[in-house]
């Protein structure tokens, strides 16, 4: 069993929309959060980290992490073409990052 | 990329022959990692400093050295490269391992052994 599991996509969502990006985790005492972007051929770059159960809002981008259900989500309000990227979830349960494989997000104009 | 650099950013070398990648940081963070990124594996950690000449091992660490003589600079060897080891190499930092601390990743390093 992965440690961090991400559908893989792609997920294509029209300009405007809502994309919702889910992760789910193995280690029920894992306790810090991250979202990275990236873009083809680039590297990955923080977006978000969310430590408490609840919602955490920056901009246009929401973490929901529920620890109970050991998942985390990523939801993008107005969704534009340059959020066209692979979204990468990362959790730390105390000693390492585990990374999931990404999901591919692709807004269509 | 948080004042991180990675050189050479492209390689091409032969199955057999060494190979040495460098990260370079300007941040002085204490800690530097260096990870490898496979298609449906997303990010693996390869080796790991927590301070000058002090490393460790990560979950694919076989057939890689690493060394750190400088706070800025974390080297990544692999003795002889093998055409497994193809792969996108990207260092990264982070100012300790805190449980809340962030990594911060270079801009990579496309290897490909032939």
Redesign the interface.
Known sequence: QKE?EQNSGPLSVPEGAIASLNCTYSDRGS??F?W?RQYSG?????IM?I?SNGDKEDGRFTAQLNKASQYVSLLIRDSQPSDSATY?C?V?P????Y????TSLTVIP | ?AGITQSPRHKVTETGTPVTLRCHQTENHRYMYWYRQDP??????IH?SYGVKDTDK?EVSDGYSVSRSKTEDFLLTLESATSSQTSVY?CAISES?Q??D???????TRLTVL
Do not use: C, M, W
């Open positions: 961090v306790q810090s991250f990275y680039k590297s990955p770059e923080l980290f430590y990468l990362a730390n105390g000693n390492q990052f990374f999931g494989t990404g | 990329d449906g594996h997303g990010l693996r950690l790991y990560g990207f391992r449980i809340r962030t990594q911060y990743f270079g801009p990579g």
